[in-house]
């Protein structure tokens, strides 16, 4: 669901780099053939991100994803099971467009489009409009493959969990508690890991948070990977931001 002014940006930003494997906490396998959107990320044909389509030709996942550089990147989509991959009908190369904006230390525009090398057959997950705001204690779901714990096993099976999401006030006061004068990044949505032992970890990240069946954020942090939660909130870049960016990218990137 996942990484960042000061020492802590550093730390965080190396956290990112290093928590690859898609975790998922306090969560539960996903039914075969459900959440056909979800897409993992790959590199030498290993997953290290999610991501999630929104396009036939088009997955949208994390730009802090690619702060490693990565040499052989495809996405797998149409399976909730990575150890079970039709080669040629499930894997797609793919054309990176990372936005303009993002920041690798603040993680500010977390935000990146992969154009697939053919259109996929599968249903598109739906965005929200630029205007729409997701209510406080709204019940939404994050997804990812791999472990279930911090420092916990890596698993192949797409696993799943509720999180509520929280108010930024809320938010940024229990950041601001954890991490004296951090400012959360503009353009994000809390939820999960804060008054609950629920939520993404690092390897989600570039995974969608699904609110009233539409993705509304993108897996992007945490507190400097530790996933006991209750912990500070998880956060989200909020796409609702990023509508016109994702519509319109031929003006910003040759995808």
């Known amino acids: 669901m996942f990484r960042l002014h000061t020492l802590l940006f550093i730390v965080l930003a190396c956290s990112v780099q290093k928590a690859l494997g898609g975790e998922i906490i306090e969560g539960k396998e996903v039914p075969p053939n459900s959440l056909q959107f979800m897409a993992s990320v790959q590199n030498n044909g290993k997953h290290f991100c999610g991501g999630f389509l929104i396009k036939k030709d088009i997955v949208l996942t994390a730009a802090h994803c690619f702060i490693e550089k990565r040499s052989n990147l495809t996405v797998v989509l149409g399976t909730h099971d990575l150890s079970n991959i039709n080669e040629r009908t499930m894997r797609y190369n793919v054309k990176k467009c990372e936005h303009a904006d993002f920041n690798n230390t603040s993680l500010a525009s977390d935000i990146t489009m992969l154009k697939l090398s053919r259109p996929s057959k599968i249903k598109p997950i739906k965005l929200p409009n630029k205007k729409m705001k997701i209510k406080k204690n709204t019940t939404c779901l994050v997804a990812g493959w791999g472990k279930i714990k911090s420092q916990g096993r890596k698993v192949a099976k797409l696993r799943e969990v509720d999180v509520a999401t929280i108010d930024r006030r809320t938010c940024q006061r229990e950041w601001a508690k954890a991490k004296k004068d951090y400012v959360l990044p503009a353009n994000i949505i809390c939820a999960g890991g804060y008054g609950t032992k629920k939520g993404a970890c690092q390897g989600d990240s570039g995974g969608p948070l699904v ?7 993108i897996v ?4 400097r990977g530790n996933c006991l939660y ?3 909130p ?3 870049t ?11 990218p031929k003006k910003r990137c040759q995808i």
């Open 211 to 217: 609110c009233n069946k539409m993705a509304v954020g």
């Open 220 to 223: 992007s942090f945490n507190l």
């Open 230 to 232: 209750p912990n500070v």
């Open 234 to 236: 998880n956060i989200y």
């Open 238 to 248: 909020d796409i609702s931001k990023f509508v016109a960016w994702i519509d319109y």
